[in-house]
């Protein structure tokens, strides 16, 4: 019996171990980050989508301003605007254009969407910090994009309204604004005219961007949304979705981007070749194949480390 207990304790013992391992290695670094190629601004910065969002971010940051606004909530009247990705690729052209930290908080706790754009699903959140189990510098996440990081929305919770509201919230807005002079943090947030929070959050940041859907988002919904809004606040609205039907009226817009595309052809912005784009996309992970212990082998042929 002394035998087999003493058995029964090692095999105990080790299960042990593998559980601290498995918990002190579950912290996802940018090597697990897979982007979602509709990340123009990183996939596609020569591309007319992409001029876009610089211009937005121009817009809204203007030099000229002695106190630019270092808290942004993005937000819609309605679901299906695309709200996630237009404060995503702002968040890129910040770190990338600007050489400036950003920060993408997912405040859309119903329903946190931020992290599949970033490949992977996080348990563990913004909500998480809110109830207390967790600290904030154990669930950022760094991202591929040097100077992106990202606080994904964690746990579904019943009670949003009172976390978002809740002066813990405040505290932490406040905190990571103090802490990090340098840093742009943008918020992700629910729809306002179906949810309270972005209306709770409108007391709490410095500047909102309203994203409308073209064509299909009625123009009483946009008037209502806007009167819910702080109107010193609103720093614009992002029409997404546009859609032209000829050539003609792309060029009336927005002119020809094949001067930008000769001027972005250089070696400060190179422009990344079909390999990388594949590489950096879900599509690459999906199509990996075995070549050996030591690595993994592409349909193309190429080979690479089973993560960037």
Known sequence: MGRIFEAL????????????????????????????????????????????????????????????PKT????????????SLTAINLAITIAIELHSNALIVDCDLRNPSLSRWFGFREERGLSNYLLGEAEIQELLIKTSVDKLSILPGGTLQDNTVELIGSNKMKSLIMDLKARYPDR???????????????????EMV????????????????????????????????VLNKQEFKTEALIRRYFGTNRYYD???????????????KFKYSKLFFANLRPKNKDGYKSKDGHSEKAFL
């Open 9 to 68: 304790q090692k095999v105990e013992q080790g299960k042990n171990i593998e559980r601290k391992e498995d918990s002190s290695s579950s912290k996802l670094t940018h090597e697990d980050l897979v982007l979602d190629s509709k990340l123009v601004s990183f996939f596609e910065p020569s591309s007319l989508a992409a001029e876009q969002f610089k211009r937005l971010r121009t817009h809204i940051l203007r030099p000229s301003l002695d106190n630019p």
């Open 184 to 202: 742009y943090i943008i918020f992700d947030s629910s729809p306002l005219l179906a949810t309270t929070e972005p209306s709770v959050l409108n």
């Open 72 to 83: 942004i909530l993005v937000t819609s009247a309605m679901a299906g605007e695309g709200k």
């Open 206 to 237: 410095d500047g909102i961007l309203l994203v409308v859907k073209s064509a299909e988002t009625p123009r009483e919904s946009v008037q209502l949304a806007l009167k819910m809004l702080d109107k010193k606040k609103i720093l614009g609205m």
């Open 262 to 276: 000769n001027y972005y052809q250089t070696e400060m912005h190179p422009v990344l070749t079909n390999w990388q």
